[in-house]
């Protein structure tokens, strides 16, 4: 079955640096990868996704790349604010006959952004 | 817009006890996941329906763990006899399977088992 794997598990920026979290999933047949904010004692939220038809995609201060060939996604968060530090998950899941998908989660990346 | 509802947010039980959480999932939306998030294992698929169907119960644990969906507005997971290793933050998560992959989650319920 389909595997991800989130790398750093911990990141650590100061406020208005850049910060790059990436992912690596194992099926080559998964097309839709999203990506998950969760705050300290809130419910998981989409910030941003991507399908294996584009290879960036861009919302202000957030981006995500897709490398099908290498079988990895980034995200990107730029000018980075003390609003961004959270949890961060990564997902991979390929559209089942029916249209129903089977969201599998990377790990998680822990953002602390500092003043 | 009401989003996906869980109930309750808070349980604690004593060992052995059985426990049952509760879940509406967003007005139209025709898939229903069970996920649990612990520290340890982070955030796992317990089980999925589409269009009130058990589609994949991979992800429940042991037979202590049961789910069911008599509707397409309600589920229920239900824990019987708890055990200490149970306690996690249960969410439900719904979608409209076919026009969007997007998972929508409800606010949890934290389950602490003494």
């Given at each position: 079955?389909?595997?991800?794997?989130?790398?750093?598990?911990?990141?650590?920026?100061?406020?208005?640096?850049?910060?790059?979290i990436k992912c690596t999933y194992s099926d080559s047949a998964s097309n839709y990868f999203p990506w998950y904010k969760?705050?300290?004692?809130?419910?998981?939220?989409?910030?941003?996704?991507?399908r294996s038809?584009?290879?960036?995609?861009?919302?202000?201060?957030?981006?995500?790349?897709?490398?099908?060939?290498?079988?990895?996604?980034?995200?990107?968060?730029?000018?980075?604010q003390p609003e961004d530090s959270a949890v961060y998950f990564c997902a991979a899941s390929k559209a089942f006959s029916g249209g129903y998908?089977?969201?599998?989660?990377g790990a998680g990346t822990r953002l602390a952004v500092h003043p | 817009d009401a989003g996906v509802i869980q109930s309750p947010r808070h349980e604690v039980t004593e060992m052995g006890q059985e426990v049952t959480l509760r879940c509406k999932p967003i007005s139209g939306h025709?898939?229903?996941?069970?996920?649990?998030?612990?520290m340890m294992r982070g955030l796992e698929l317990l089980i999925y329906f589409n269009n009130n169907v058990p589609i994949d119960d991979s992800g429940m644990p042991e037979d202590r763990f049961s789910a069911k969906m008599p509707n397409a507005s309600f589920s229920t997971l239900k824990i019987q006899p708890s055990e200490p290793r149970?306690?996690?933050?249960?969410?439900?998560?719904?979608?409209?399977?076919?026009?969007?992959?997007?998972?929508?989650?409800g606010p949890g319920t934290r389950l602490t088992v003494l």
């Open positions: 079955g389909e595997n991800v794997e989130q790398h750093p598990s911990t990141l650590s920026v100061q406020e208005g640096d850049s910060a790059v969760q705050e300290l004692g809130k419910r998981p939220q989409l910030i941003i996704d991507i038809n584009v290879g960036e995609k861009k919302d202000q201060r957030i981006a995500v790349t897709l490398n099908k060939t290498a079988k990895h996604f980034s995200l990107h968060i730029t000018e980075t998908n089977k969201l599998i989660f | 025709n898939s229903l996941f069970w996920y649990r998030q612990t149970d306690s996690a933050v249960y969410f439900c998560a719904s979608s409209l399977a076919g026009l969007s992959d997007t998972q929508y989650f």
